[in-house]
C-alpha cells in the first residue's frame, strides 16, 4: 500500500498549499484511527490529532525522503499519544454509575466501543474488539501498530520502526501479543455465557465490571481450568478478523474543518475538534505558520465485507472462476482419501516419510481461494495450535489425506506423491478433502529419493489424475523447471502433444546464498524464468533458504532465515501469477537447526513469528 503517494508528498514539502490541504486529509483517518487505539479513553484523541497534524504541517519541509512519509507520521503520532497519556493519565477508560452504585462499561465512552458502534461490528470481530480492552497498558501501543498493519493500513517496517526494533523483534512482540489476546478473548465469550458456570459468577461477584490486568489474570486463571468456560467454538485467527477491518470513521468536525484564508498568508488558524459536552469548535490563534487542513479531510471509507454466520470471512468465488486458462480445458470438482504417503528421505530435515506423511484431520472449513500463503505440514505436538497461529490459509502434508492435522478456517490442498498414489480409493480421497477443487501433482520425480519417475511414466498416469475433475498441479521437480529440455518441459511437452490439462506450475526452491536480497532475487529469477516458458499460474509449494553442500545441510541464522521470509513473501505478493506459496515447513527440530516456524508445544520461533506477520 503507497500512503500517500511519494509525489504528493514531494509537493507539500515544495510549498504546494494544495497538496499540503491534501496530504493533510489523506493523513487524518491513520491519525485518528492509531491515536484513538492508542489512547484507548477517546477523550483525548483530537487533542493527540491535532497536535499532530500542526507537526507534521511545520515539519514537512525538512522531511528527506518522500517514501518514508507514513514511517516519519506515524512515529509522530505515536510520540504526542504517549505525551498525552503521560500527561492526563488517560489509560483508565470513562465509566458510568448503575443506579445499585455500581460502575459499569460504557461503550460509546473509549475507541474499542466507538469501534464496535460505528462499524458495526458482530461476533468474533466485536469479541475481538472488546478484548482489546483486557490487555495491558504496555501492549496498548503495539495493538494500535498491528490493528493497522492486519487492515492493510501500514506494513511491518513502519511498524518495527515505529517501535524502534527490528522486524524480526517486532514480529515476536506481535506473537506475545496475540497469545495474550487471544486469552482476553476466551474471558470475553466466557462472561457472555456466565450462566453456564456458578464458579465463575462467583468470582466475578467481586468485579467491579472494569477490565483491568488483575481480573484478567483471575479470571484467565479460571477458564483455563474450567471445563465448562472453555470456548465451546473455535476462535478464528485474529489477525485474520482484523484482515479487512476498515477504519473507524473520521469525526464529522475534523471532516468539516477549513483551511483558513490568513493561513495561505502566513497566519494560520488553528481549528479546535470540540470534545463531548462542547456543542461549538473554538478557534484559537497560533503564533507559527500552521494549517490544520483541510477542506475535503474525508472520512475513511467503510467497506463493505461479507461475514458468513459466528463472524467467519466468507468465502469469495472459486479459484476456478478467476485463474488464468490452463494448457487445455478446465474443470474444477473436490478431493476424497488418502494412499499411503512416502515423503522425501534425504539427510535434510527436509523430511523423511514420517515426517512429510502426517496431517490434516476431516476435510478443514473452505478458505478463501485468492488466499497465497500456506505451509507443508506434519504432527507433531502442538500442530493444530501451531497451523492456526501460523496464518496460513492453507496446508499440504504431501499426501492425498488429512491424517490427523486441522485448524479452523485453514485449508487443505491433496497431493498425489508418486506412482504409488495413483489409485481409485486415493483419487476419491483426493476429491473429498481437497478445500480448493485442486490437487498438486507428484513430488519431486528427478530425484531418485523421491518420487523418482521419467516424464514418460508420468505422462502415462496424468489422464487418472485428470479423471478426478480437478484442477492440477504439474509435477514438482527439485530444480531445473525454466530449463529447456529438462525433466518439467518434457513433461510440460508431452502434456502439450497428449492434449492433456495442467492448471498450474508447482515448484520447490531452496536457496544456497544466505544473503537475503540475492536469495530473493534468485527467487523471483527462477520464478519469471518458469512463468516465461510455461505461461501458467505458479505455486510455489516448498521455499526456505539451505544448502546442501558436501553431502550435509547448511541453514542461515534464524535471523537471517526470517528476514528471507519476510522480503520473500513480499517479492511473491508482487507478482500476480503466483497464486499461491508454501513455507517448508511448520514443524521445527528443538535445539536443532532448521527452517521450521514452530517447536513443539507449540513454540514460535523468529522464522514462525516473520511468517506470520506475512501477508
Known sequence: MTFPEPELVAAARAGDPAALDALVSASMPLVYNLAGRALRGHADVDDVVQE???RVVRGIGELQQPESYRSWLVAITLRQARDQGRKHGTSEARTATREDGREYFDLGSDFAGLTILRLGLTEQRRGVVEATRWLDDEDRELLSLWWLEESGHLERRELARALGVSTTHAAVRVHRLKRRLDAARDIVEALRDAGRCSALRSIAEEWDGRPSPLWRKRFDRHIRDCELCTPRDSLVPVGRLLRGLPLVPVPLAWQSAAVHPAARAGHAVRRRIPRRGHPHPRSLATSPPVVIAGAGVAAAAIAAYALLPGGHPATTVSAAATRPAPITTITS??????????????AAPRTSA????????????????????GVGAWTFNGADQALKESGSSWFYTWSTSAQGLSANGVGFVPMVWGSSSVTSSALAQAKSATSCGCVLGFNEPDMGSQSNMTPTQALNLWPQLESTGLELGSPAVATGAAN???????????????????NFITLHWYGSDFDTTAAVSQLRTYIEDVYARYHLPIW????????????????PSETGQAAFLTSATSMLDSLSYVQRYAWFGLGATSGLPSTGLFQPGPVVTPVGAAFEAAR
Open 52 to 54: 499532530t497534524m500542526i
Open 484 to 502: 529447456a529440455g529438462g525433466w518439467l518441459d518434457q513433461f510440460m511437452t508431452g502434456a502439450r502433444q497428449r492434449g492433456y490439462r495442467v
Open 333 to 346: 470438482p473436490r478431493p476424497t482419501t488418502a494412499s499411503p504417503t512416502p515423503p522425501r528421505t534425504t
Open 354 to 373: 514420517s515426517t512429510k506423511a502426517a496431517v490434516v484431520a476431516a476435510t478443514p472449513p473452505a478458505v478463501e481461494s485468492s488466499s497465497r500463503k
Open 540 to 555: 510455489l509449494t516448498e521455499f526456505a533458504l539451505m544448502g546442501f553442500a558436501n553431502g550435509g545441510t547448511q541453514y
